[in-house]
Every structure is written in C-alpha cells, then in structure tokens.
C-alpha cells in the first residue's frame, strides 16, 4: 500500500468504475482494451500498459499498448513460457519484476525500454483468464524510485482489471462464435435451398427465379385465387399451368381462356355458356368454361382487357363461385379455381 491507503483505494474505485464503463461500452476489444490501458495510464500513473491475447496459432500476441510505438507493440510476440509474459501465459499466476533491467528473463522484446530508463522500471504482469483457461496477459511498467515497494496492491487490482477484460473477451467470442454459426447455417440453406425448387418447362437458376419458384410452390397447394403479373411474353401461362400441376387439383382440366381475343358477348358466352336459343346461332345447349373446368383451374389470360360491365359479372363467379348460362336462370355451382394474368397496370386503371 502507499503512504495514503484511503486515498489510493478512492483512486482505485474511481478508476474501476470507468473501465467497467469502457468494457460495456462497446464489443470491439480493440477499441475498449485502448481505453482501459488510458484508465490505468491517467488514474494509476503506470507508465506504459500492453494487452496481450491468445491468437489462433497459439501465440500470444499484444494487441493493444499505450507508451509505446505502433512498431514496437508489433514486435510484441511471445510463445508460452517464453519471457516474463509467456511464463504469465504457461503458469496463470501473476509475476512481478521489480527492475526490469536486472532481470535475465526479461526479454523487452518490444524495445520500448532502454537500459538507463530501465533501471526504475518495475514490470507488473498478471494473466486474463476466461474461466479457468488464460487467454492473456495484462502487463504495466510502474517507475519506482529506489525504495522498497511493495506491489500486493498493484497484483491485486491488477488482477481485478484483467478479470474485467476476460468477461469481456468471453462476451466477444461468444457472439462471434454465434455470428459465425448463424453465417454458416444461413449459407447452408442458401445452398439447399440453391436448385430446390424447380419447374417443368421453366430454366432458371438465378435468385429472382429461385424465389419465382418456391412462391408457385407456396401458392399451388391452396385454393385461392391467382393474379400473375408481368409483360407480354414473360411467361406467365407457363407459370399458370405449374401451378395447377403442383396442386391437388393436377388430375382435372386446366382451361385456358384468352380475354383480350374475344367480344364481351362472346366472352360470357364462353365463359358461362348458354341456353338452346338464347340469341341468333344458339341452336343447342352449350357449357361453359367454367362447368368445362369443374375441378380443376380457369386461367383467364389477359383479364386487364375485360369491360367495367363484365368485372361485376366476374366479380359474382368471384365471391359466391356460381353463375348462370346465358339466356338461363337456373345457378350453377362451380368448383373451379381461378388464376388470372395481366401485362397492364391495375393500380393505374383504378
């Protein structure tokens, strides 16, 4: 302890209070191991301060340091039980040097000391441990001046610090590993999902046409009715026809019927069919479409050009699914779904 106890521990508590500020501020280890070493620097008056962590390779290497050069914390490297920082690594007990420069061990390996400034120099280093693996070393150059000291305080605050950090570090592979999980399963699905759907008589293995796929294998299960959009020559009956193919309603008729290519007199005609003499030509009783599609699916190509007048007598098929022939008053019942196709804009007809 120093000459004033009392006040060192405020010091110390002060100081305990920002790191732990730092360390929850942020999850770049970088950037928050930067800051506690400016704690330990400002607050303690330690002069300079290193972070070394465990690298993949097993090699322990400093990736933070403030008082010295950017050039001099790169050389600082070190294998276990290599040096007073690679014994910390090996041993996970604190070490203290209390004159660096009268001490074999200590490689300076970083050359950030010179052999006069080293003659005041005690070096404090203390492991970072997640659990009960050491995964660092923290270290500080403290200046002395030729008394005895005692260093139990600084170990042992020190040791507090690096507790600190090693949460911290556990936090930061924790989510890496989780980031890294979720990386590699999103890219597993992204390649079974790669070539999963396909249709017959479609090519198509670019991600648009993936989605393309796998919403016409959403859809065709289902009864409800279709709406495919896009510009003439897009493929959209083709499209139509996978999706019939793909529901349960594959065994019965698909019945197409071209909206744009017939009159509105025809189209209801052959839509609804008529009654036997129900206008001129009418010579017999004829279905409809949509009794020939009982079952299965209508597609009515180009619905976008079909009359105002005709929409609401669609728009009853629509909601109650029966229609009357023409000429007749009799109601069918029809069970038929519908899938309609369109290259104009509806939004801007409305």
Do not use: W
């Not at 759907?197 to 409800?224: C, T, W």
Request: net charge neutral; charged share 25%; glycine share 10%.
């Amino acid at each position: 302890m120093g000459a004033f106890p009392g006040r060192e521990a405020g010091i110390e508590l002060a100081a305990i209070y920002e790191i732990s500020k730092i360390l929850s501020s942020s999850l770049d280890l970088n950037k928050t191991t930067r800051g506690v070493l400016g704690v330990l620097s400002s607050h303690l008056k330690m002069k300079r301060g290193m972070v070394s962590l465990v690298q993949p390779s097993g090699e322990l290497h400093v990736v933070e340091a403030t008082g010295m050069s950017a050039e001099a914390a790169q050389r600082g490297r070190f294998r276990k039980g290599e040096g007073i920082t690679g014994k910390v690594l090996e041993t996970g007990v604190p070490i203290v040097v209390p004159d660096v420069s009268a001490e074999p061990l200590f490689l300076n390996r970083t050359r950030a000391r010179s052999m006069v400034e080293g003659r005041g120099v005690a070096f404090i280093a203390v492991p970072i441990k997640v659990g009960r693996e050491t995964v660092g070393v923290l270290s500080i150059d403290r200046e002395v001046d030729g008394e005895p000291v005692s260093f139990e305080n600084d170990v042992r605050f020190l040791a507090m610090v690096a507790n600190l950090i090693g949460q911290i570090t556990r936090l930061h592979d924790n989510v890496a590993a989780e980031r890294e999980e979720l990386m590699q399963r999103q890219h597993r699905m992204q390649k079974e999902l790669q070539g999963k759907y396909s249709l017959d008589n479609v090519i198509g293995r670019s991600k648009r046409m993936q989605e393309v796929f796998a919403e016409v294998h959403q859809a065709a299960p289902g009864k409800s009715t279709v709406l495919l959009r896009g510009e003439s020559g897009t493929g959209k009956e083709v499209i139509a026809r996978s999706i019939h193919y793909l529901s349960p309603r594959k065994d019965a008729p698909f019945i197409k019927v071209n909206c744009a290519a017939l009159s509105e007199t025809l189209l209801e005609s052959e839509l609804f069919g008529h009654e036997k003499g129900s206008f001129t030509g009418a010579t017999q009783e004829r279905k409809g479409r949509f009794e020939v599609a009982q079952g299965g699916t209508l597609f009515l190509d180009e619905l976008g050009e079909i009359s105002p007048a005709f929409q609401t007598k669609l728009l009853r098929v629509l909601q109650e699914r029966e229609f009357e022939r023409v000429g007749g008053n009799k109601s069918i019942k029809g069970d038929v779904r519908l899938i309609a196709a369109t290259n104009r804009d509806l939004e801007e007809g409305v």
